[in-house]
């Protein structure tokens, strides 16, 4: 244990580049101790506890005068590292140093500001104060009226650093200038703009390339220097008094020590890369065979079909709660499920948190106390468009099991998704009180709280599976459970397909990888060929394909036009033919924090131009990706970012990188360009990925003298078991490339788990921009036939078939 008296030295600070803010005038400093694997500083009024979690992580607690500090964290799952640390006195100020962040703790005026590797990220301003906050003026967004004391706690900010984060909003990807409400609250129909949806979360990130996230889900704000001073304000009802400040030596690292702090995603299922069918809703047993079998008649992929709520209910109000099938329109559903299986797809079934008292299980919900209360101890009942409805008590153990028999029953039917809808939740009284708090103390971990259940519920009795989970709502660190989020009922228009890549973009850098939307959009009965064209396109390389949307004009594309449907089905075979490629992502974002879809700053931090860009974004490392927004347009500008050349995924036509360039546009896809030095696994269409295996794979090399070496890699496993990685039921293959002079090496490495057996693999190599019949081919040493395309710049050679872990081609250009 170490101890630093107060001394009366001369104020100063290290970081002299961030405004010198005091903080609260009244608070003094004391002094310093450093055990247990943390630093107490004491001042006047309380204590700040500094623990390291590793050198990109350290946490920061205030624990007033007279009160404890709360260890319990709904977000944080990494336990403090033994991390090196060093304590220094300098003129007027206290040193507090991992291998990566400094902490530097000035005495008078007291203040405290981090650095990473020497370079100053940010500072607390007036550290934790009181604000007065009217929210009958201030916002109709919180369920609860007049004025109140809030706690708060601001930050410096640089004058040009850009802001990212608190959760899903649609209002430009530097959300800096902004107030944003800290209370997950659905926004039906929205477009272009959206201020409040139905995933906040308490976490900013900079374009400094830091992240803080504020370790609270009670309801409050989270103010992004909406007034001009260069200050970003955490405000909360109450709650923990703790922040996490992360960074790194670039995005991917930031991201990863972030889902490292709050928990990594696990690999979903392969069939949720598939196609699904979904609207609103299949009413009977008949549609929905029908609809299986047009896909399968229309050689569209299928691998799930999701049914909305008329499953347990023949009108969309008064049966909400229901949880179980009507047997009027669904007389046999195991037999529906089984057969669904049998054909390679999967069922996938809505349940929302609500409990209608006209429902068939209203009073059973009563007598086994699953609802949550109001202040009398008895269930809290009140209208909402649905009708009068308590809500589910998820936090208490009465809550959770009944929910969870009622899914683990519909496991055993052979449903193989949850989907969780409403769970904001939508209507949630301030004077709902649940066993682990008030509504408005729990409303922001109400999903969370639910995917927790799913998650656990698997774990505990069919811990072989992984779970599927649909849902709109969570926090912080909700990834861990496996959700799949999508943004809401967007509005069926070009305004709300232009919202989607930004939300998407900003959640994978929060953490949550799976963000996607329904595609063709949602909200009103709006029949726009091109749009839902578009957007499909589009949906090839966002994380989830999922078509959705009210019934009056059909999401699937068996139900549309031909032109549309061809359209449609190409994207979907396209989306089919790249499982190898995806699958790899969803198993980087599973091992390493990776998002699917990555926005352009990942790939330059540094500059000012991409700072704010969402029109073209990274589907992995090696796709770029610029969807049409606009109907009727003829052209789209494209950033090529510098560190590469860029080739049309459709015509091979080469771009330089380092400039914005205008190119033209077709009806069959939107512009998709390949990082030279690429490799990108393919594979043949299959129905379903039931179907799907690599023993025959397609592998493309986009080959050019600007990149003298390139990698790839492919994960494989059954796509169904649980933590496969884990447990060695696995195969990871690795590409490399080397280009030395006119010799070209490809190698493809194969590492396997111990309970893994390695296929026979034939690969069909494609090397793209190949400008002259090479002089000869080799396969692992011997001459191998190939063919060479002059129109096209195609080499392409076969493996064949082989066990062997190492393949090598070896071609002089």
């Given at each position: 244990?170490?101890?630093?008296?107060?001394?009366?030295?001369?104020?100063?600070?290290?970081?002299?580049?961030?405004?010198?803010?005091?903080?609260?005038?009244?608070?003094?400093?004391?002094?310093?101790?450093?055990?247990?694997?943390?630093?107490?500083?004491?001042?006047?009024?309380?204590?700040?506890?500094?623990?390291?979690?590793?050198?990109?992580?350290?946490?920061?607690?205030?624990?007033?005068?007279?009160?404890?500090?709360?260890?319990?964290?709904?977000?944080?799952?990494?336990?403090?590292?033994?991390?090196?640390?060093?304590?220094?006195?300098?003129?007027?100020?206290?040193?507090?140093?991992?291998?990566?962040?400094?902490?530097?703790?000035?005495?008078?005026?007291?203040?405290?500001?981090?650095?990473?590797?020497?370079?100053?990220?940010?500072?607390?301003?007036?550290?934790?104060?009181?604000?007065?906050?009217?929210?009958?003026?201030?916002?109709?967004?919180?369920?609860?009226?007049?004025?109140?004391?809030?706690?708060?706690?601001?930050?410096?900010?640089?004058?040009?650093?850009?802001?990212?984060?608190?959760?899903?909003?649609?209002?430009?990807?530097?959300?800096?200038?902004?107030?944003?409400?800290?209370?997950?609250?659905?926004?039906?129909?929205?477009?272009?703009?959206?201020?409040?949806?139905?995933?906040?979360?308490?976490?900013?990130?900079?374009?400094?390339?830091?992240?803080?996230?504020?370790?609270?889900?009670?309801?409050?704000?989270?103010?992004?220097?909406?007034?001009?001073?260069?200050?970003?304000?955490?405000?909360?009802?109450?709650?923990?008094?703790?922040?996490?400040?992360?960074?790194?030596?670039?995005?991917?690292?930031?991201?990863?020590?972030?889902?490292?702090?709050?928990?990594?995603?696990?690999?979903?299922?392969?069939?949720?890369?598939?196609?699904?069918?979904?609207?609103?809703?299949?009413?009977?047993?008949?549609?929905?065979?029908?609809?299986?079998?047009?896909?399968?008649?229309?050689?569209?992929?299928?691998?799930?079909?999701?049914?909305?709520?008329?499953?347990?209910?023949?009108?969309?109000?008064?049966?909400?709660?229901?949880?179980?099938?009507?047997?009027?329109?669904?007389?046999?559903?195991?037999?529906?499920?089984?057969?669904?299986?049998?054909?390679?797809?999967?069922?996938?079934?809505?349940?929302?948190?609500?409990?209608?008292?006209?429902?068939?299980?209203?009073?059973?919900?009563?007598?086994?106390?699953?609802?949550?209360?109001?202040?009398?101890?008895?269930?809290?009942?009140?209208?909402?468009?649905?009708?009068?409805?308590?809500?589910?008590?998820?936090?208490?153990?009465?809550?959770?099991?009944?929910?969870?028999?009622?899914?683990?029953?519909?496991?055993?039917?052979?449903?193989?998704?949850?989907?969780?809808?409403?769970?904001?939740?939508?209507?949630?009284?301030?004077?709902?009180?649940?066993?682990?708090?008030?509504?408005?103390?729990?409303?922001?971990?109400?999903?969370?709280?639910?995917?927790?259940?799913?998650?656990?519920?698997?774990?505990?009795?069919?811990?072989?599976?992984?779970?599927?989970?649909?849902?709109?709502?969570?926090?912080?660190?909700?990834?861990?459970?496996?959700?799949?989020?999508?943004?809401?009922?967007?509005?069926?228009?070009?305004?709300?397909?232009?919202?989607?890549?930004?939300?998407?973009?900003?959640?994978?850098?929060?953490?949550?990888?799976?963000?996607?939307?329904?595609?063709?959009?949602?909200?009103?009965?709006?029949?726009?060929?091109?749009?839902?064209?578009?957007?499909?396109?589009?949906?090839?390389?966002?994380?989830?394909?999922?078509?959705?949307?009210?019934?009056?004009?059909?999401?699937?594309?068996?139900?549309?036009?031909?032109?549309?449907?061809?359209?449609?089905?190409?994207?979907?075979?396209?989306?089919?033919?790249?499982?190898?490629?995806?699958?790899?992502?969803?198993?980087?974002?599973?091992?390493?924090?990776?998002?699917?879809?990555?926005?352009?700053?990942?790939?330059?931090?540094?500059?000012?131009?991409?700072?704010?860009?969402?029109?073209?974004?990274?589907?992995?490392?090696?796709?770029?990706?610029?969807?049409?927004?606009?109907?009727?347009?003829?052209?789209?500008?494209?950033?090529?970012?510098?560190?590469?050349?860029?080739?049309?995924?459709?015509?091979?036509?080469?771009?330089?990188?380092?400039?914005?360039?205008?190119?033209?546009?077709?009806?069959?896809?939107?512009?998709?360009?390949?990082?030279?030095?690429?490799?990108?696994?393919?594979?043949?269409?299959?129905?379903t990925t039931r179907d799907y295996n690599t023993r025959q794979l397609e592998l493309h090399y986009w080959h050019d003298a600007s990149a003298p070496a390139g990698s790839g890699k492919l994960?494989?496993?059954?796509?169904?078991?649980?933590?496969?990685?884990?447990?060695?039921?696995?195969?990871?293959?690795?590409?490399?490339?080397?280009?030395?002079?006119?010799?070209?090496?490809?190698?493809?490495?194969?590492?396997?788990?111990?309970?893994?057996?390695?296929?026979?693999?034939a690969i069909a190599l494609t090397v793209h921009n190949v400008t002259a019949a090479p002089s000869s081919v080799r396969i692992d040493g011997k001459i191998a036939v190939y063919a060479w395309?002059?129109?096209?710049?195609?080499?392409?050679?076969?493996?064949?078939?082989?066990?062997?872990?190492?393949?090598?081609?070896?071609?002089?250009?």
């Open positions: 244990m170490k101890t630093i008296p107060f001394t009366a030295l001369a104020a100063a600070t290290l970081l002299s580049s961030l405004p010198a803010y005091a903080q609260n005038a009244d608070r003094k400093f004391d002094g310093v101790t450093q055990r247990d694997g943390h630093l107490e500083v004491r001042t006047s009024d309380g204590s700040y506890l500094i623990t390291p979690y590793s050198a990109g992580i350290i946490e920061t607690t205030f624990v007033p005068k007279g009160e404890s500090a709360d260890p319990a964290s709904h977000a944080v799952v990494l336990a403090p590292a033994a991390v090196k640390t060093t304590l220094k006195q300098k003129a007027g100020a206290i040193e507090y140093a991992t291998p990566g962040l400094t902490v530097t703790i000035t005495r008078s005026p007291f203040r405290i500001a981090y650095a990473y590797k020497g370079k100053p990220l940010v500072a607390e301003k007036r550290g934790y104060i009181h604000v007065t906050d009217d929210v009958a003026k201030g916002s109709k967004d919180i369920n609860q009226g007049g004025p109140r004391t809030l706690e708060a706690i601001e930050f410096a900010l640089d004058k040009t650093e850009a802001l990212y984060g608190a959760g899903s909003r649609a209002v430009g990807m530097d959300r800096r200038g902004y107030r944003f409400t800290l209370y997950n609250k659905a926004h039906y129909g929205y477009g272009d703009h959206s201020e409040l949806m139905g995933y906040t979360m308490p976490v900013a990130l900079s374009s400094k390339m830091y992240a803080i996230h504020f370790d609270n889900p009670q309801t409050g704000y989270l103010d992004f220097d909406s007034r001009k001073d260069n200050t970003l304000t955490y405000e909360a009802i109450g709650g923990r008094k703790t922040y996490q400040v992360i960074a790194g030596d670039s995005w991917a690292d930031v991201v990863g020590n972030y889902t490292s702090l709050t928990g990594k995603q696990p690999l979903p299922p392969r069939w949720a890369f598939g196609n699904f069918a979904m609207r609103f809703g299949y009413h009977n047993e008949q549609q929905a065979r029908d609809t299986v079998n047009q896909f399968i008649a229309d050689d569209i992929p299928l691998d799930a079909i999701v049914f909305d709520l008329f499953w347990f209910g023949k009108e969309i109000k008064g049966t909400m709660g229901n949880l179980a099938w009507d047997k009027d329109n669904f007389p046999h559903p195991q037999a529906m499920i089984a057969d669904f299986q049998s054909k390679g797809v999967q069922t996938v079934l809505i349940s929302e948190p609500f409990v209608l008292d006209t429902s068939s299980r209203w009073q059973e919900a009563v007598d086994k106390k699953v609802l949550a209360t109001g202040a009398d101890g008895k269930p809290l009942a009140y209208d909402f468009y649905f009708g009068h409805t308590g809500l589910i008590d998820i936090f208490s153990a009465q809550g959770k099991d009944w929910l969870w028999d009622i899914y683990k029953g519909l496991h055993q039917q052979g449903v193989k998704g949850v989907w969780g809808d409403l769970g904001e939740p939508e209507v949630h009284p301030t004077a709902a009180r649940h066993a682990t708090g008030s509504a408005d103390q729990v409303h922001n971990i109400y999903g969370h709280q639910w995917a927790k259940l799913v998650a656990e519920g698997y774990q505990r009795d069919f811990p072989a599976e992984r779970p599927f989970i649909l849902m709109r709502a969570g926090y912080s660190g909700t990834q861990r459970y496996g959700i799949m989020p999508w943004s809401g009922d967007v509005n069926r228009g070009w305004d709300g397909l232009q919202s989607q890549l930004e939300i998407s973009l900003q959640m994978g850098m929060q953490g949550v990888g799976y963000m996607h939307s329904d595609l063709g959009g949602f909200a009103n009965p709006v029949l726009d060929n091109e749009l839902y064209q578009r957007w499909l396109q589009y949906g090839v390389f966002q994380p989830v394909f999922r078509p959705h949307a009210q019934e009056e004009v059909p999401s699937e594309p068996i139900y549309r036009e031909a032109k549309t449907k061809a359209l449609a089905r190409e994207a979907i075979r396209l989306r089919y033919r790249l499982l190898p490629y995806n699958y790899t992502l969803g198993f980087d974002n599973n091992q390493q924090g990776l998002p699917l879809m990555r926005p352009m700053l990942y790939e330059e931090p540094g500059n000012a131009k991409v700072r704010a860009m969402s029109s073209t974004y990274f589907w992995g490392k090696d796709f770029l990706v610029t969807p049409v927004m606009k109907p009727g347009a003829t052209s789209a500008d494209v950033y090529f970012p510098a560190r590469s050349a860029w080739f049309d995924f459709y015509t091979g036509e080469k771009q330089a990188g380092g400039a914005t360039r205008s190119v033209a546009l077709t009806p069959d896809h939107v512009p998709v360009y390949v990082r030279a030095g690429a490799f990108i696994p393919m594979t043949k269409v299959v129905q994960y494989d496993d059954d796509g169904l078991t649980a933590q496969a990685y884990e447990q060695g039921k696995y195969e990871l293959v690795r590409f490399a490339s080397k280009l030395q002079g006119k010799a070209l090496s490809l190698r493809v490495e194969s590492e396997v788990g111990q309970h893994y057996q390695r296929p026979e693999r395309d002059d129109a096209t710049k195609k080499l392409t050679v076969d493996l064949p078939a082989s066990a062997g872990a190492s393949r090598r081609v070896d071609i002089t250009l």
